[in-house]
């Protein structure tokens, strides 16, 4: 992942350039779009809120195998992008990163539709930091994946 400038403050301008400068090509070729960037609680969050940021995947026939099924492979690519933007949330901004370990859980199928990545910070550390991503249908706001990750900060 190549380096791009450290930002005081990371929302969702700097998440939107962040995806089409730093994200290999292919990558992008997901039809990604970065929807929210959460740095701070809102008023009457919950005690256990975590920084996180929320990717649309566009639906695509390129996507998916035979029947219109999104394929998993697009699935886990699109959980370990929205994680990389939970993480920056978290950390108000860049910082070089790789994937140590990823966790997919598939829960149904999913059949022409966006798809929805909601990427969590369960903990942010100096050397490693943890998340999690719940991926859902957009058309039904269904749950269709659940993702565990753990990324090496560089």
């Given at each position: 992942?190549?380096?791009?400038?450290?930002?005081?403050?990371?929302?969702?301008?700097?998440?939107?350039?962040?995806?089409?400068?730093?994200?290999?090509?292919?990558?992008?070729?997901?039809?990604?779009?970065?929807?929210?960037?959460?740095?701070?609680?809102?008023?009457?969050?919950?005690?256990?809120?975590?920084?996180?940021?929320?990717?649309?995947?566009?639906f695509?026939?390129?996507?998916?195998?035979?029947?219109?099924?999104?394929?998993?492979?697009?699935?886990?690519?699109?959980?370990?992008?929205?994680?990389?933007?939970?993480?920056?949330?978290?950390?108000?901004?860049?910082?070089?990163?790789?994937?140590?370990?990823?966790?997919?859980?598939f829960?149904k199928?999913?059949?022409?539709?966006?798809?929805?990545?909601?990427?969590?910070?369960?903990?942010?550390?100096?050397?490693?930091?943890?998340?999690?991503?719940?991926?859902?249908?957009?058309?039904?706001?269904?749950?269709?994946?659940?993702?565990?990750?753990?990324?090496?900060?560089?």
């Open positions: 992942m190549a380096e791009a400038p450290q930002a005081t403050e990371f929302g969702l301008e700097q998440a939107r350039q962040t995806l089409g400068e730093v994200f290999a090509p292919w990558v992008l070729d997901l039809g990604l779009t970065v929807e929210a960037i959460e740095t701070d609680p809102p008023p009457g969050a919950a005690a256990d809120w975590q920084p996180g940021a929320t990717l649309r995947m566009a695509s026939e390129r996507l998916c195998r035979s029947g219109g099924i999104v394929c998993g492979q697009a699935l886990m690519a699109l959980a370990d992008t929205a994680m990389v933007f939970a993480i920056l949330a978290a950390n108000r901004g860049f910082r070089p990163m790789t994937t140590v370990d990823q966790t997919t859980h829960l199928a999913v059949a022409s539709s966006d798809v929805l990545a909601e990427a969590r910070v369960v903990r942010l550390g100096r050397t490693m930091s943890f998340g999690r991503v719940t991926l859902l249908g957009a058309g039904d706001g269904k749950p269709v994946a659940m993702v565990s990750s753990a990324f090496a900060m560089l």
